[in-house]
Structure formats: C-alpha cells, structure tokens
C-alpha cells in the first residue's frame, strides 16, 4: 500500500538553530512528494514540491526538502529557525492510481527564542 | 480576497439539526475538493470534484452530501450527524483533478453536540 509517515509528532528547534521535519514514502513508481504548513486556525498552505530533477528543492519562507530514492525519504529543512516558522508540516506523496494525495498525520514544529 | 473562501468558519449543532457548509474559489481551477481534519491524524479525502462531477467518494457517510452547482461553488450537507464527526473540514482546489498544488481555504470547526 502506497503511505507517508511522519515519524515525529513534534520537534523543537531553537531560534537561530537548522531544523529538520522527517518524513518517509512508499510508492509505486516514481513519486511526487510534497510539503505544506498549517499555521494555528489556517488552512494548509503549499510549502514545495517534488516531481522530477534536482534533489534538493527549493521552496517558500526559506524552506528546502531533500529527495533521497534510497532512503525513500523527503525531510524539510530550513537552516536558521524562525519563532514564526513554528506552526503544524504535512508532508505528502501523490498516489500513483487515483493521483489523490496521501497525508501524513503531521509534526507539529516549536521554535523557542 | 484570499483563493478559497469557507464559511462558516465555527459551527455548533446537534445530532438532529441539518446545516451546510459552503465553500467558494476564486481561482479558476476545474477541482474542488472536501477534507475532514482530525488531530494528530493524516487528512482524510472526504470527496473529489473535477468539472462539477464527482469523481471520488471515499466511503463516506451518507449524513454528508455533497453538492456542487458550479466550478466555483462546494457545498457539504450535513444531516443527523455523531459527536465523531467534529472536526476541521477543509476545502480545496487545484488547476486540475491529481494536480498536488492544492489550495486550501481556512476550513470549518464543526461540533457536534
């Protein structure tokens, strides 16, 4: 069955400090992974997205996700945290049949001052 | 004006009350989508349209009924609904149905009394 798992429900970064939000897959064939941000009574919003190409991708508010095929892993980074980067990260795989995006449960990320 | 419009934002109603939520894009994208938030837990695709059809119904109950008039409008009938079925419903759109862009409004807390 096609996933995503987010292994930590929460990670806590201090402020000026890199951070990572991990997350894994399993697809068949070649995946599209992506990560969106939910800030506290918001809806998501698209962070970055991965279809094809250069591993390392770039997105909004200074985020980047690394693509690694054998690791089958696609993990957030940022490397200076914000106060206001803290906030909930979903990250997610297209499914390969019915082109529906698959969720992770999300990591809640706190950035301390 | 943001892109995805929900409203309303809070709702409280009981097991025999029937309301609806209503979602509007400004977008001009072909698919519109419901997703049912629950904490800590992955979203869940509650229904798909791409072109005013529907295209996804992921076994839903039937005290959610979906409609949608136009490309710009989605409805979610709610009807003798469970104290289970609070949540944060989110709507979405994208340029096309399987595009993993998605555009989220800021959803709808509902509880069920």
């Known amino acids: 069955a096609q996933s995503v798992a987010q292994p930590e429900d929460q990670v806590n970064v201090a402020e000026g400090n890199p951070l990572t939000v991990k997350c894994t897959y399993s697809?068949?064939?070649?995946?599209?992974l992506f990560w969106y941000v939910q800030y506290p009574n918001r809806g998501l919003q698209f962070l970055l997205k991965?279809?094809?190409?250069d591993n390392l991708v770039k997105g909004s508010y200074g985020f980047e996700a690394e693509f690694n095929k054998s690791q089958t892993s696609f993990h957030l980074k940022k490397p200076s945290a914000l106060v206001s980067d803290s906030a909930l990260y979903f990250c997610?795989?297209?499914?390969?049949?019915?082109?529906?995006?698959?969720w992770g449960a999300g990591t809640k990320l706190i950035i301390k001052p | 004006e943001t892109g995805v419009t929900q409203t309303p934002r809070h709702l409280v109603m009981g097991m025999t009350n029937k309301k609806s939520l209503k979602c509007e894009q400004h977008?001009?994208?072909?698919?519109m989508y419901w997703y049912k938030q629950s904490a800590k837990k992955p979203l869940e695709l509650m229904f798909v349209?791409?072109?005013?059809?529907?295209?996804e119904n992921n076994s839903v109950p039937s005290r959610f009924s979906p409609e949608c008039p136009n490309s710009s409008h989605l409805f979610l009938h709610l009807h003798t609904l469970q104290p289970e079925d609070s949540a944060l419903y989110l709507c979405?759109?994208?340029?096309?149905?399987?595009?993993?862009?998605?555009?989220f409004g800021e959803g709808s807390r509902l509880t069920v009394l």
């Open positions: 979405a759109s994208s340029r096309d149905r399987g595009a993993g862009e998605l555009f």
């Open positions: 977008l001009g994208h072909n698919a």
């Open positions: 349209y791409s072109l005013e059809e529907r295209v």
């Open positions: 697809v068949s064939g070649n995946p599209y």
């Open positions: 991965y279809i094809t190409g």
């Open positions: 997610a795989v297209r499914d390969t049949l019915n082109y529906q995006l698959i």
